[in-house]
C-alpha cells in the first residue's frame, strides 16, 4: 500500500534547476531514493496530492493569483464545489511549476484532445474529485486520474468501460475498490496517450497486479494505483519510474 508524505508549508526551498520551480525541485531532490521511490532521479515521476479544504481561510486572496482565462473558467462552474476545485488544481500546479506560486498562461498550450502541456516541460497532468486534487509530473508523457467513490451501478459501468477479458478474469468482482482501481489505471493511461475519453476504454485491456497495472501491447506503460485516501482512488501512469507514495502539498 502506498503511504504518504507531508510537504509542509513555509519551508525554505532551494534554487530552482533550470525549467523546474522552486517547490518541484525541492520536493525531487528532499525525497528519499532507493526502489521504486526515487523523485530524485529528474526521469523518474512524481505525484502530489492537495485538499481543496486549504484553499478555503485564504480564497479571496488566492483567487486574485488566477489569470484571466482560469478566472473565467473558474466563474463559469455555478457550483461552489467546482470552483473551489478548479482554483485548488491551479494553486496546486502554480506552486510546483510556477514561480513564487505564479504560473503564466502564455506557457501552456493545449493538445487537440484539450491535454494541456508546459513550455519547456516538464510534462503533468491534473485530476480532481470530491475534496482533493492530483498532480503527475514527469518528463515524459504522464497522465492521472482521481475518483471518489460514488454510489453508482459499478457492474453496468464496467460492462461499458471494460474489455470482455477483463470482466471474466475479474470474476464479477465490481465491489467500489476493484472497479475504482481498473477504472483509473484506464483514465490514467488514455491520458498519457493525450485523448483521454476520446477512445473507447473498453478496448485497452489491463492486467492488474497488486497496487499496479499493465497494458496489454503497451510494455513500456506502467501504472501505479494509490488507495490511501478513503474513499478515493488515484492512478498515475507513465513510460518512467513511479512513486511508491504520493506527496501531499499544503495549499494553505
Excluded: Q
Excluded at 513555509?10 to 534554487?15: E, N, W
Excluded at 480564497?59 to 478548479?86: E, I, N, Q, S
Amino acid at each position: 500500500m502506498a503511504t504518504l508524505r507531508t510537504y509542509p508549508k513555509g519551508v525554505v526551498l532551494p534554487s530552482p534547476a533550470p525549467m523546474l520551480s522552486s517547490a518541484y525541485a525541492a520536493t525531487r531532490k528532499s525525497a528519499p531514493s532507493g526502489g521504486g521511490d526515487a523523485p530524485s532521479d529528474p526521469m523518474n515521476t512524481a505525484a502530489y496530492y492537495a485538499d481543496i479544504r486549504d484553499c478555503l481561510p485564504r480564497r479571496a486572496a488566492l483567487v486574485k493569483t488566477l489569470p484571466p482565462g482560469r478566472m473565467g473558467r473558474m466563474m463559469a462552474y455555478r457550483d461552489d464545489g467546482d470552483r473551489l476545485r478548479c482554483l485548488a488544481a491551479w494553486v496546486l500546479l502554480a506552486r510546483l511549476l510556477g514561480r513564487d506560486g505564479r504560473l503564466p498562461e502564455s506557457r501552456i498550450s493545449l493538445s487537440p484532445y484539450g491535454k494541456p502541456a508546459l513550455d519547456h516541460g516538464p510534462c503533468f497532468n491534473l485530476s480532481h474529485s470530491g475534496d482533493f486534487v492530483l498532480l503527475a509530473v514527469c518528463e515524459s508523457d504522464v497522465g492521472a486520474d482521481l475518483e471518489r467513490w460514488e454510489a453508482e451501478d459499478h457492474d453496468a459501468m464496467a460492462r461499458a468501460g471494460f474489455h470482455a477479458d477483463e470482466l471474466g478474469r475479474a470474476g464479477g468482482d465490481v465491489s467500489p475498490k476493484a472497479f475504482y482501481a481498473r477504472w483509473t489505471a484506464k483514465e490514467s493511461f488514455l491520458k498519457m496517450e493525450g485523448v483521454g475519453l476520446g477512445r473507447n476504454p473498453a478496448a485497452i485491456i489491463l492486467r492488474m497486479h497488486g497496487d499496479g497495472a499493465l497494458v496489454e501491447g503497451r510494455p513500456d506503460a506502467r501504472i501505479r494505483v494509490y488507495d490511501d485516501l478513503e474513499g478515493y482512488t488515484a492512478a498515475v501512469c507513465a513510460c518512467a519510474p513511479l512513486p511508491d507514495r504520493l506527496v501531499r502539498v499544503d495549499l494553505g
